[in-house]
């Protein structure tokens, strides 16, 4: 048995014990993505196509990849769900710190992503995507990725706060505030910090 089919039967079984979608065909799809992922290490499908070890042309494996990323029913943010919340069931025994960063991907397309540090590596929570190029991502966005933060429902964090404004303009100050406000309703501690060699923003 190959390693890659070790993956697959893995990720395969998990997939089918935690993830309900209507078509079970999307469960198999999705699990050959994430082999695709896996074993490639990269995310551009016909790379992925390449590593799912399955009785059928790459070529036919991508194009089945592309429908189910064209799929308007299916809702990313619910599949990837119930993996969010086993991530932090798993560590909840530690203090939790989650990172803010803003990525591009692909073309012309933003990605505003939420995700908790394990071992120097951020692990994605929630996510905005959005149009637009490198460079400042409006406040709104920020405000608007930490309320589907804040559905996770961050029980264990303390309740206390300590934040250090950053206040580099009236929009920095404003941002921080805003960002305090839903900290404070959500129960976490907050911490701001701006640098080259800092996150954006911290939740610990």
């Not at 499908?45 to 590593?51: A, F, G, H, K």
């Given at each position: 048995m190959?390693?890659?089919?070790?993956?697959?039967?893995?990720?395969?079984?998990?997939?089918?014990?935690?993830?309900?979608?209507?078509?079970?065909?999307?469960?198999?799809?999705?699990?050959m993505?994430?082999?695709?992922?896996?074993?490639?290490?990269?995310?551009q499908?016909?790379?992925?196509?390449?590593?799912v070890?399955?009785?059928?042309?790459?070529?036919s494996i991508?194009?089945?990849?592309?429908?189910?990323v064209?799929?308007?029913?299916?809702?990313?943010?619910?599949?990837?769900?119930?993996f969010?919340q086993?991530?932090?069931?798993?560590?909840a025994?530690?203090?939790?710190?989650?990172?803010?960063?803003?990525?591009?991907?692909g073309?012309?397309?933003?990605?505003?992503m939420?995700?908790?540090?394990y071992?120097?590596?951020?692990?994605p929570l929630?996510?905005?995507?959005?149009?637009?190029?490198?460079?400042?991502?409006?406040?709104?966005?920020?405000?608007?990725?930490?309320?589907?933060?804040?559905?996770?429902?961050?029980?264990?964090?303390s309740?206390?706060?300590?934040?250090?404004?950053?206040?580099?303009?009236?929009?920095?100050?404003?941002?921080?505030?805003?960002?305090?406000r839903?900290?404070?309703?959500?129960?976490?501690?907050y911490?701001?910090?701006?640098?080259a060699?800092?996150?954006?923003?911290?939740?610990?």
């Open positions: 190959t390693d890659r089919y070790k993956v697959y039967t893995k990720v395969l079984k998990t997939l089918k014990q935690m993830v309900k979608l209507h078509h079970p065909g999307h469960v198999v799809t999705l699990a993505m994430i082999t695709g992922i896996v074993m490639s290490k990269k995310a499908l016909s790379e992925m196509s390449n590593e070890p399955v009785q059928a042309k790459d070529k991508e194009m089945r990849m592309r429908r189910w064209k799929q308007e029913s299916l809702n990313e943010e619910l599949i990837f769900l119930p969010a086993q991530i932090l069931r798993a560590l025994h530690l203090p939790l710190v989650v990172v803010m960063d803003a990525s591009q991907v073309r012309n397309c933003m990605v505003l939420v995700g908790v540090v071992k120097k590596r951020a692990l929630v996510w905005l995507v959005y149009p637009g190029k490198k460079g400042h991502t409006r406040a709104e966005r920020h405000i608007q990725v930490l309320e589907k933060l804040k559905e996770l429902r961050f029980t264990h964090f309740a206390d706060l300590r934040a250090q404004p950053t206040g580099r303009a009236p929009h920095c100050r404003h941002a921080s505030a805003e960002k305090e839903l900290a404070v309703s959500a129960s976490w501690v911490t701001s910090r701006l640098g060699s800092q996150p954006g923003w911290v939740v610990g």
